[in-house]
Structure formats: structure tokens, C-alpha cells
């Protein structure tokens, strides 16, 4: 806003490219007040340069041809670059996507739907080829959680009927005939 209201006073000179960009993003912002249908026909990618193709084709005109170059100088790998990890054998896959689960806090009773918005922007979701196989490796994985969680609910139990078992033993005024009113 700041540069068009810049460039809008009589007294102000762009720089030639700083005038192109300007134009290009009028240009973009009336074609999108007026409802043209604009579609990205062609992206090209180098080193550190992006080259967006796009057609604008309002309604009963001709069509017309917009090409936008994006530079950039990040040291970051684009999406396109990231290379999908790689596993020696099956095993390794399966307890990578065990692990992938186990990370992002999967219950026993959520469904595959719910699971999926939790996982699938993790790579070690394409440890398994196939949704059969996440589908099977998953209800393995929550029957082994299932068991442990109710093992340790047992085990806590225990410890605490121990507990309380205990304290009945020490105190001396508490024996099998005493009452609840006693208390």
C-alpha cells in the first residue's frame, strides 16, 4: 500500500523494475475484483529462481499471459528436493511407523480418520507402501497398547489395594469387627 500510494503522487519516481512489480500487482488485484479465472499454467524451478506462467481468461475476451519471476536465497531444500527415508527391511518400516504412532499420542479408540489428520504430514508415514498394511499395523499397535494399558491398570490397582491393606494392618484400633461409624 505503502509503494502505491508512493507511486501515486506526481512528485515520486519509481525505478523501472519497481514500476513492473507495481503494475503486476494491480493488474492481479483487478483481475481478481472482476473474477477472472486465473489458472498457474506452467512453474519452472532453477537453482534459486521460480518462473510462474499464468493465463487470465475473463469470460468471452482473449486471452492473456502473465509471467511473474520469484528469486530466492534460501538455504533450505525445497519440498520437491526432501528424499522419503528409506528402510534396510520391513521390520525397520514397521517399527518406524509403530514409532510414528506411538509419537503422536494414537489411542485405542480412535478411528483411521481421525489418525490419519494426526500422521500423514510425517515422513515415517511412507514407511508402508500400502494402507492395507498402516491399516493392519495399526490395529496391531492398538491391541499391544490395549494390553499394556490394562496391565498397568492392573498392576496399579494391585499396588494400591497393597497399600490400603497395609494401613489396615498397622492401625490398632481398626479390626474385622469395627464399623464404619467408628470412623
Known amino acids: 500500500k505503502a509503494l502505491a500510494e508512493r507511486a501515486s503522487k506526481p512528485t515520486f519516481k519509481l525505478p ?3 514500476k513492473k512489480k507495481l503494475y503486476q500487482e494491480v493488474a492481479m488485484k483487478k483481475a481478481a475484483a472482476t473474477n477472472k479465472a486465473t489458472t498457474v499454467v ?7 529462481t521460480t518462473t510462474w506462467t499464468k493465463k487470465e481468461a475473463p469470460s468471452g475476451a482473449a486471452t492473456t499471459t502473465t509471467t511473474t519471476t520469484k528469486t530466492t536465497t534460501s538455504s533450505q531444500p525445497t519440498p520437491a528436493t526432501k528424499k522419503k527415508p528409506t528402510y534396510a527391511n520391513k521390520e525397520e518400516a514397521v517399527e518406524a511407523f509403530k514409532s510414528l504412532l506411538k509419537d503422536k499420542n494414537v489411542g485405542t479408540r480412535e478411528k483411521w480418520v481421525e489418525i490419519m ?7 515415517r508415514y511412507q514407511a508402508l507402501k500400502t494402507v492395507k498394511e498402516k491399516k493392519r499395523i495399526l490395529s496391531e499397535y492398538q491391541e499391544e497398547t490395549k ?10 490397582e494391585k499396588k494400591a489395594r497393597a497399600g490400603f491393606d497395609e494401613l489396615l494392618k498397622s492401625s490398632d484400633w481398626i479390626d474385622e469387627n469395627s464399623r464404619f461409624r467408628e470412623f
Open 147 to 156: 494390553i499394556r494399558e490394562e496391565e498397568e491398570r492392573l498392576a496399579a
Open 16 to 18: 523501472e523494475e519497481e
Open 42 to 48: 506452467n512453474v519452472k524451478k532453477k537453482e534459486d
Open 117 to 123: 489428520q494426526k500422521i500423514i504430514h510425517d515422513p
